[in-house]
């Protein structure tokens, strides 16, 4: 555990980082999980779906959760399977 006070408040301030981190990229693996799962079932609401998790993307890729690149990638796979 930390002495320096500036030291506990950063043990503080990455804990709440990283929580949001974690979640905020579970809840970016569950929608593609639900996109990719609407396209194998050609559910009804597919597109919908879909339009959720390239958005979901988009949000992860400006907080700098995931590189721009694989936010690119994601999206470019989700559109390939959702028109194939």
């Known amino acids: 555990m930390p002495n320096i006070k500036s030291a506990k408040k950063r043990v503080k301030v990455n804990a ?9 990229n579970s ?3 569950t929608a593609i999980k ?10 009804a609401d597919k597109e919908a779906l ?8 988009d949000q992860a890729a400006s907080k700098n959760l995931i590189h721009k690149n694989c ?9 390939k399977k959702a028109n194939a």
């Open 27 to 29: 809840a970016l693996k």
């Open 71 to 79: 936010a690119a990638r994601k999206k470019s796979n989700l559109a």
């Open 34 to 43: 639900k996109a990719n799962a609407a396209i194998d079932t050609n559910a």
């Open 50 to 57: 879909v339009k959720d998790a390239v958005k979901k993307i």
């Open 16 to 24: 709440k980082k990283a929580a949001n981190n974690k979640s905020a």
